[in-house]
């Protein structure tokens, strides 16, 4: 049977020119020796044709070897499957054929999570967050019983904060008979730092474009590869490696599974992603344990930063320290006239992209602000500076000018709704003058 390969030469057809920024992408992304070696042997094979029977495409077999190693290794767990795409598919994958009908999640979830435990069929149960902002262990344990299928929790949470009861949680989940699924939308807090197998986690997706650089929505495909714990590798999907006496081989097939494996079928057509798994392998590659490990070290010493910086005029959603994203609540505008979305808007207007609005749920008028490991001192000061001032401004009574904005852009303040509802898709020409006089 013939099989499709959905990157590189697809994409070469269309004529975007994607193979060959992938190429370039790895090639000098990667510095160090090692990995030069077997970067390079990766971005080759994206030339190879895109009509080609799966098992002479070895590129595929060797980009799933490599990065399942990697992941493998920083999430702790025992096996990895790459082809999934983004959070909602990755969560299904727990979530099919379990007779128990409940699945807990967090009031501060992402809405992937209850949407994906809804769409699978699952009644969700909203547990409540304590004064901290983290799980509420006892609100959890309460809602425990045999009915449970799951649990599905984010850490560090949307808050950005640690779950500190993690280890609990984990175990209770279990002394029901049921399973720990984890978001792993935040990886990038503790990757090389905290392996989520030795949490008790079960499933944890790992959004590549989230940890590991790869582009996402409107720069490109999303690709959350799937980690699984011995209890449930049986199960993974399709197409999975395997390593055995032979080397490493690769199951297509659900009759090729060996011993108790009984893989659920396909998530995804062809083998997911692999533009993003080569981007992600580039990224491992070229940074190493010890590089990981410090980006996860910069991004939490950034989000602290700014909650240091903004602390004493913004208004922290929680004490302490936060993990990769630090959460303010609309508090210190009170008063103001300004709103969450006329500060965000005024943003625009001083040149920055505004942060996350109104998410995570769990806190009024969210501002949740994530620097990321890559801005450097220089960049946050300036930041800091204008989200101060402006928050100055608001107190001191601009409401007027907040509401107006942003002044500066093609495009002033949009209707939101109309936007929603009739969203403008494609761009059309401005009509000639005389004809948009008349
Ligand atoms: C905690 C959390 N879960 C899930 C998602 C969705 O992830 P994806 O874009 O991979 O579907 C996000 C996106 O920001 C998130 O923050």
Same mark, same amino acid.
């Given at each position: 049977?013939?099989?499709?390969?959905?990157?590189?030469?697809?994409?070469?057809?269309?004529?975007?020119?994607?193979?060959?920024?992938?190429?370039?992408?790895?090639?000098?992304?990667?510095?160090?020796?090692?990995?030069?070696?077997?970067?390079? =042997? $990766?971005? *080759?094979?994206?030339?190879? %044709?895109?009509?080609?029977?799966?098992?002479? @495409?070895?590129? &595929? +077999?060797?980009?799933?070897?490599?990065?399942?190693?990697?992941?493998?290794?920083?999430?702790?767990?025992?096996?990895?499957?790459?082809?999934?795409?983004?959070?909602?598919?990755?969560?299904?994958?727990?979530?099919?054929?379990?007779?128990?009908?409940?699945?807990?999640?967090?009031?501060?979830?992402?809405?992937?999570?209850?949407?994906?435990?809804?769409?699978?069929?699952?009644?969700?149960?909203?547990?409540?967050?304590?004064?901290?902002?983290?799980?509420?262990?006892?609100?959890?344990?309460?809602?425990?019983?045999?009915?449970?299928?799951?649990?599905?929790?984010?850490?560090?949470?949307?808050?950005?904060?640690?779950?500190?009861?993690?280890?609990?949680?984990?175990?209770?989940?279990? =002394? $029901?008979? *049921?399973?720990?699924?984890? %978001?792993?939308?935040?990886?990038?807090?503790? @990757?090389?730092? &905290? +392996?989520?197998?030795?949490?008790?986690?079960?499933?944890?997706?790992?959004?590549?474009?989230?940890?590991?650089?790869?582009?996402?929505?409107?720069?490109?495909?999303?690709?959350?590869?799937?980690?699984?714990?011995?209890?449930?590798?049986?199960?993974?999907?399709?197409?999975?490696?395997?390593?055995?006496?032979?080397?490493?081989?690769?199951?297509?097939?659900?009759?090729?599974?060996?011993?108790?494996?009984?893989?659920?079928?396909?998530?995804?057509?062809?083998?997911?992603?692999?533009?993003?798994?080569?981007?992600?392998?580039?990224?491992?590659?070229?940074?190493?344990?010890?590089?990981?490990?410090?980006?996860?070290?910069?991004?939490?010493?950034?989000?602290?930063?700014?909650?240091?910086?903004?602390?004493?005029?913004?208004?922290?959603?929680?004490?302490?320290?936060?993990?990769?994203?630090?959460?303010?609540?609309?508090?210190?505008?009170?008063?103001?006239?300004?709103?969450?979305?006329?500060?965000?808007?005024?943003?625009?207007?001083?040149?920055?992209?505004?942060?996350?609005?109104?998410?995570?749920?769990?806190?009024?008028?969210?501002?949740?602000?994530?620097?990321?490991?890559?801005?450097?001192?220089?960049?946050?000061?300036?930041?800091?500076?204008?989200?101060?001032?402006?928050?100055?401004?608001?107190?001191?009574?601009?409401?007027?000018?907040?509401?107006?904005?942003?002044?500066?852009?093609?495009?002033?303040?949009?209707?939101?709704?109309?936007?929603?509802?009739?969203?403008?898709?494609?761009?059309?020409?401005?009509?000639?003058?005389?004809?948009?006089?008349?």
């Amino acid at each position: 049977m013939v099989r499709l390969v959905d990157i590189g030469s697809a994409c070469r057809r269309r004529g975007y020119g994607q193979p060959e920024r992938e190429r370039s992408h790895a090639e000098t992304r990667t510095s160090r020796v090692v990995a030069e070696q077997d970067v390079g =042997e $990766v971005a *080759g094979g994206l030339h190879e %044709d895109v009509v080609q029977p799966l098992r002479q @495409v070895e590129v &595929v +077999r060797l980009v799933a070897r490599l990065d399942v190693q990697g992941q493998r290794s920083r999430a702790g767990v025992g096996d990895a499957q790459p082809p999934p795409a983004a959070t909602r598919q990755c969560e299904e994958h727990e979530a099919k054929g379990d007779p128990r009908r409940r699945i807990l999640v967090p009031e501060s979830a992402h809405g992937t999570n209850p949407a994906t435990a809804a769409a699978c069929g699952y009644e969700v149960e909203a547990i409540s967050a304590d004064a901290d902002g983290r799980v509420d262990l006892d609100h959890f344990r309460a809602q425990l019983g045999p009915d449970v299928a799951g649990t599905m929790i984010t850490n560090p949470n949307t808050c950005g904060l640690f779950e500190r009861d993690i280890v609990a949680i984990a175990e209770a989940i279990h =002394e $029901v008979g *049921g399973y720990f699924y984890c %978001d792993g939308a935040n990886f990038n807090a503790i @990757v090389g730092r &905290v +392996r989520p197998g030795d949490l008790g986690i079960d499933c944890m997706h790992i959004n590549l474009h989230k940890t590991f650089s790869t582009p996402h929505g409107g720069g490109g495909p999303g690709s959350g590869p799937v980690t699984l714990s011995a209890a449930l590798a049986p199960f993974a999907p399709l197409p999975y490696v395997v390593h055995g006496k032979d080397g490493f081989g690769l199951v297509e097939h659900q009759g090729d599974a060996r011993g108790h494996g009984q893989p659920l079928g396909r998530l995804k057509g062809f083998h997911g992603q692999m533009g993003m798994f080569i981007r992600a392998l580039a990224y491992m590659m070229s940074h190493g344990a010890d590089g990981l490990r410090q980006a996860s070290g910069d991004a939490v010493l950034n989000a602290n930063y700014l909650m240091a910086s903004l602390g004493d005029l913004l208004t922290p959603a929680f004490p302490g320290p936060c993990m990769h994203e630090v959460l303010f609540d609309d508090r210190f505008l009170k008063d103001t006239g300004v709103s969450t979305l006329d500060f965000a808007k005024a943003m625009i207007d001083e040149g920055y992209h505004p942060m996350t609005m109104y998410f995570p749920l769990v806190v009024h008028g969210a501002l949740l602000m994530e620097p990321t490991e890559s801005e450097s001192r220089e960049s946050l000061d300036q930041f800091i500076a204008v989200v101060r001032g402006l928050a100055e401004r608001a107190k001191a009574g601009d409401a007027a000018a907040f509401q107006a904005a942003p002044m500066l852009t093609p495009r002033r303040r949009l209707d939101e709704t109309a936007a929603a509802r009739r969203p403008v898709l494609r761009w059309r020409p401005e009509e000639p003058r005389e004809q948009a006089a008349e």
